[in-house]
Structure formats: C-alpha cells, structure tokens
C-alpha cells in the first residue's frame, strides 16, 4: 500500500503494471536441464557452444525433464512458454534422425504443454550431430550435407506449425546455425550465398503464417569459430528483412563493450517485431546465469517502452556448475523483476527532460528512481501468483535436489 502510494506521486499505477506483468510470457529454454544435450544423442556438445561444470543431478529422459521443468514454473510467477530444440524430440526404439523427425516425435510434450498450460516455441538443432562435424551446415560446400539440412529446418517448420496450431497459438521458431570458420576463410561471400540459398529452400514450404513465426539468430563468433560466422549480424539483418521474416538479437552476441539494448528500437521500427535471446556473456558468449545487472536492465526498459508484444522473448543460458534448476528459477525470476521495475519507471517525465535538454535532472531521476520500492510490488505480484517473495523458493529447490536430483547417477 506505501509502494502503491509512492508510485502514484508519478502517475503510476501498481496494479496495472502488475497486470501487464501476467499478461507478458517468457519462454523458458529447455536446454538448462541437461547442458544443451537432448535425448537424439549422447553428446557431446558441439557448434562452438559449451557448458561447463559438471554439478550432479541434469534430466537424462524427457519425464525428467519435464519434472524438473514442473518444479521451475511452481516457483516462477506469471506466465511461461516453453522453447524446445529439435534435439528433446521422444524416441521409441530407434532414434528418427533430424531429416526426418516430425510432429510424432514431439506428442508427449504436447501433452505435457496442455496439461500444464503453457504454449511452445521451437528451434531446429544444426549442431551436435555428425553431419555438422566440420562445423557447416546450410552452407555447406558438400550439396549433399546442405540437403540433410535443408529437410530438418522444413521438418522443424511442420513441427512449430503442429505446436501452434495444438495450443493455438503461434510458434516462435528460432533459426540458429553455426556455420563458420577458425582461422580466416579465402571467400566470405560463397558461405553466405549458399546460407541464404538454403533457407530460402526452407522458407519456401508452405507453413501457415498464422501459427509459425519464423527468425534468423545472428552471432559474432563461437569456439573453434572465431574469424568468420556466415551467419552474421549483417547476413541475418539484412536476409530476414528482405525475405520477411524476424530477425533474433541474443544478449550474448557481440561485442562486448556493444550496447544490445541500443539496438531494439531500430530493429522494431524496421521488422515491426523482434525476436529476444536473454543471456549473460561474461569475457565471451559465456551463457551464464542471468542477473540484475545493468545490460539486462536496458533490455527490459526498451521491451517494456516499446510494448512487450512486440517481442518474443526467450532466455538462453545453460550453467552445468551449479543446481539447474535453481539456475533457471533465478534467471526466470530475474528476467520479470527487470520487467516489472521498468513498468513501474515515470518514462513520461524523463522523456519530457530529454526532449527539454535537462540532462542533469533527467541523470538524477534516473538513478534515484532505482531505489524506490519496487521490493513490494514484486512481493504482492509474487503473492498473488502464490509463489514466494523472495529467497524462501531455494529451500523448495534444496529439498528437490534431496529428494529428486541426488538419486540420478
Ligand atoms: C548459440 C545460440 C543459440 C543456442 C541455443 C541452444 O550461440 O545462442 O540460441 O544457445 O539454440
Ligand atoms: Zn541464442
């Protein structure tokens, strides 16, 4: 009630910036449950991305996963999607390979969606498999490597359109490849061609707009790829704006003194919408644990001023050195704590000093705004949704790991 009043001095309201909080979903990433594996192979980890640690107790089967998953969304107010890779597809026997999985292989989560209530987005896997060995895939030289390829980002497409017609609604789909090269290539511009030219196969298919929404992911570098990524934030700007489809900044993705929150109001003026990767680079495209700093603090403000539906917002980290699921409770806690705070920001009043040329009264607000009670806002909204306020979810998680992730061997 004081937090209600002290906010309302400014114009803002508590209870409305706690409704559009419930209304504005994140989807979670599966893969923090089982260090970017899934259940089509045995590891390990490839396309320039890693996991590091070996804390005990990841999801080996889908049911744990799902287990595990059930347990992140009782601590996490508000509302969640899920985001499955290709890799979690379910297997009878026999593993389908990526060319040809399909719907079938996703009926169980499916289910588990309906019955918990959340929507799906999804992700082709162009990395831990043999035919992405040499660290190409859509733009591979060999035609043939390309073809495999080629028919798992349209399978992955019958898949997001199953998701989003199952659930009614749409489906993010996320396009991420690896493709690139350790050392300076001799031609630059031959990858990207052939790139461009297998996605355009793809995006060929027939899918209904309605319940698929397609992106490119864009990336500077990753390990054993660090002179030269096909896939580049210029390549995937420039191909998802002429061929109409959205394009995905991800936190962790460029350099690293760059500002990403900079970038999303000019890639919404020109794609109406954009595709977020939530992550926390630390020296590298580390993907750690998301935290209250201050570049996820500029992402959330922008999201919230530019209007939360205009973004589809996805985490993207996977921590093995620590509990997981306390991992993905935290970084999802955290993600809506940065969200919150930004709606319950005076932007009327700022932008007023800015557009004024007050810069110094605009600097003082921005910081002494900081401090105010958004504590108590984030307790009642958490309250409402029956989930704890504040460190209390971890003895829950401890009691988990006891009970549940210990007996995994
Ligand atoms: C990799 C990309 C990509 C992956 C997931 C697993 O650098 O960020 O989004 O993290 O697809
Ligand atoms: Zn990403």
Redesign the pocket.
């Known amino acids: 009630e004081e937090a209600k009043k002290i906010y309302a001095q400014f114009g803002i309201d508590t209870e409305a910036a706690m409704e559009r909080l419930a209304k504005l979903s994140v989807s979670v ?1 599966c ?1 923090q449950g089982d260090d ?1 594996i899934g259940f089509d192979h045995d590891g390990p980890l490839t ?3 890693q996991t590091t640690g070996n804390y005990p107790g990841k999801a080996r089967t889908p049911e744990e996963l799902m287990a595990d998953l059930d347990k992140v969304f009782s601590l996490v107010p508000g509302k969640k999607k899920l985001n499955l ?1 290709a890799c979690y597809g379910i297997h009878e026997g026999v593993i389908t390979d990526r060319d040809r999985i399909g719907p079938e292989n996703f009926e169980p989560w499916v289910r588990w969606a309906k019955r918990v209530g959340v929507k799906l987005d999804f ?1 082709p ?1 162009f990395f831990s498999h043999p035919k992405a060995a040499d660290g190409l895939t859509l733009s591979h030289p060999d035609a043939k490597i390309r073809k495999f390829w080629i028919k798992h980002g349209i399978q992955s497409l019958k898949i997001a359109e199953y998701f989003g017609k199952e659930l009614k609604s749409p489906c993010g789909i ?1 396009f ?1 490849c ?1 493709d690139g090269y350790k050392d300076e290539p001799s031609d630059r511009l031959g990858p990207r061609k052939r790139m461009a030219a297998s996605l355009d196969e793809i995006f060929k298919c027939r899918y209904d707009r309605k319940a698929v929404v397609p992106f490119l ?1 864009s ?1 500077l570098f ?1 390990i054993g790829v660090e002179s030269y990524t096909v896939n580049s934030h210029e390549f995937v700007t420039g191909y998802a704006l002429k061929r109409g489809i959205l394009a ?1 900044l ?1 936190m ?2 460029f350099h690293l003194t760059e500002n990403v929150a900079d970038k999303i109001s000019s890639f919404l003026m020109f794609f109406g919408k954009v595709a977020f ?1 939530i ?1 926390r680079p630390v020296r590298w ?1 580390s ?1 750690h644990v998301i935290r209250q700093n201050d570049d996820l603090r500029a992402c959330a403000q922008e999201i919230v001023k530019m209007n939360p539906k205009n973004f589809i917002i996805a985490l ?1 980290y ?1 921590d093995a050195s620590i509990n997981r699921i306390a991992a993905w409770v935290l970084g999802m806690r955290n993600m809506q704590k940065e969200l919150l705070k930004a709606m319950l920001m005076p932007w009327d009043k700022l932008v007023r000093l800015q557009n004024g040329g007050d810069f110094t009264e605009q600097l003082v607000l921005q910081e002494e705004y900081r401090n105010y009670p958004f504590d108590a806002v984030w307790a009642e909204f958490c309250k409402r949704n029956s989930v704890p306020a504040s460190e209390e979810w971890f003895d829950s998680v401890k009691r988990y790991e006891q009970q549940v992730l210990s007996r995994r061997s």
């Open positions: 990433h893969w970017v396309g320039g991305i890779h992700n896997t996320n991420w690896p992911e990336k990753g995905l991800d962790g993705h990767h992550s495209d993907d993207d996977f």
